[in-house]
């Protein structure tokens, strides 16, 4: 069945350290590629998407390229700042059998210290 | 613009009991999934509804069930809790149209003592 492994966690940074979180899917066919954000109490917020291959989502300084050889959609900021300081959900959309349902990594915990 | 929003926020319940979650989508959204997040997890999707209907589910029991409204608002029900359903329940709004972004609610804590 389709999934989604998201790097290790916790991640500790200083504010304005370059973040990378690495994120790999399996799935039959090319799913669309999600990161959502949750802060400390909230729900999930959408935070970028890309639907196919070398697309590259990016908002709020952050980017992910989706990398179909790889199977791959690691997120990527230049200048981390310590709102950024949250839980980053990878998720993947393939459709089909699995339609309407989203499939997500386990999380990375990211903190930023000033 | 109104976003996805839960009710209530918190709850309370024993082992056995019954309980219902009630979700309202964005604007102009016709479809609602549910998904369950333990504590340090990612969310699982429970199922979708679209047109009064549960139009797919994923991996959970019978005692999960749920309903769609035709406002397009949304409960769901889980009987005989056990301690194990002890989450964050998340619901999330789409457009039939554009299943795959899904946009979602701040969740309703269930707590099972």
């Known amino acids: 069945g389709d999934s989604v492994t998201q790097m290790e966690g916790p991640v500790t940074l200083s504010e304005e350290a370059f973040l990378t979180i690495n994120c790999t899917y399996t799935?039959?066919?090319?799913?669309?590629l999600f990161w959502y954000v949750q802060y400390p109490g909230e729900g999930l917020q959408l935070l970028l998407k890309?639907?196919?291959?070398?697309d590259k989502g990016s908002n709020k300084g952050f980017e992910a390229t989706y990398r179909k050889e790889t199977t791959s959609f690691h997120l990527e900021k230049g200048s981390v700042q310590v709102s950024d300081s949250a839980v980053y959900f990878c998720?993947?959309?393939?459709?089909?059998?699995?339609?309407?349902?989203?499939?997500f990594g386990q999380g990375t915990i990211l903190t930023v210290h000033p | 613009d109104a976003g996805v929003t839960q009710s209530p926020t918190h709850l309370i319940k024993t082992r056995g009991q019954q309980v219902t979650l009630r979700c309202s989508p964005k604007?102009?959204?016709?479809?609602v999934s549910w998904y369950q997040q333990a504590l340090g997890q990612g969310p699982q999707f429970i199922f979708q509804?679209?047109?009064?209907?549960?139009?797919q589910r994923g991996n959970f029991p019978d005692r999960f069930s749920g309903h769609q409204f035709p406002n397009y608002s949304s409960e769901l029900n889980v009987n005989a809790l056990l301690l194990g359903d002890s989450a964050l329940y998340l619901c999330?709004?789409?457009?039939?149209?554009?299943?795959?972004?899904?946009?979602f609610g701040p969740g309703t804590r269930l707590l099972v003592l």
């Open positions: 999330a709004s789409s457009f039939g149209g554009s299943m795959e972004t899904q946009y």
């Open positions: 509804y679209y047109e009064e209907e549960e139009r």
């Open positions: 890309a639907t196919k291959a070398d």
């Open positions: 799935a039959t066919g090319y799913p669309s």
């Open positions: 998720a993947s959309y393939a459709g089909g059998t699995s339609y309407g349902k989203l499939t």
């Open positions: 604007s102009g959204h016709d479809t």
